[in-house]
């Protein structure tokens, strides 16, 4: 369900946003548990996705890698999540209304390889990184798949403790 009154709408952004930024912003400075901070930061548009609708997601994902663009000291967490994971929960969602299982994890795993290649390329090409081309890439690429695979069960994870736990304290008026 949808928030009737758009101050509501504009409440619920703004928190997504402001919270995403300081989890970003924390995960580009925190000693330990970067992928942890990372990872919460990605995973808020849950609330915008389920309060609001996909269209306000959206806004709030736009306006969320605008300002870390500024804000976030360390560039790479913003590209990762301008470049994929900002608006994999929102993808996510529409490639999950297929219903058919094993399609979906077909589409996401090739998106999340189509991503990697580009963001690969990206850093190759705008800092110089070599990578390498011998089988210890295959093995970096196979622990990238893994982890993106806990990722996903993760974000799903979460999106159901949001539903089931967290929606009803939150008390959105309807």
């Not at 959206?58 to 470049?83: E, G, H, N, Q, R």
Request: charged share 10%.
């Amino acid at each position: 369900m949808k928030p009737k009154n758009k101050a509501h709408i504009a409440t619920i952004g703004a928190a997504t946003i402001a919270l995403s930024i300081i989890f970003l912003f924390a995960a580009s400075i925190a000693p330990t548990g970067r992928f942890l901070l990372f990872a919460i930061a990605t995973m808020l548009s849950i609330a915008v996705v389920i309060e609001c609708g996909l269209a306000w997601a959206w806004t709030s994902y736009a306006a969320t890698a605008i300002l870390a663009l500024f804000l976030v000291p360390d560039k790479t967490m913003v590209f990762l999540y301008i470049l994929f994971f900002g608006y994999y929960g929102m993808v996510k969602m529409y490639i999950e209304m297929l219903q058919k299982l094993w399609l979906e994890w077909t589409i996401k795993m090739t998106l999340f390889a189509v991503v990697s290649y580009i963001i690969g390329f990206l850093l190759a090409g705008l800092i110089g990184l070599k990578l390498p081309a011998n089988y210890s890439m295959l093995i970096l690429w196979g622990i990238a798949i893994v982890g993106f695979t806990l990722y996903d069960i993760g974000y799903s994870s979460a999106a159901n403790l949001y539903i089931h736990s967290l929606q009803r304290y939150l008390k959105f008026k309807r």
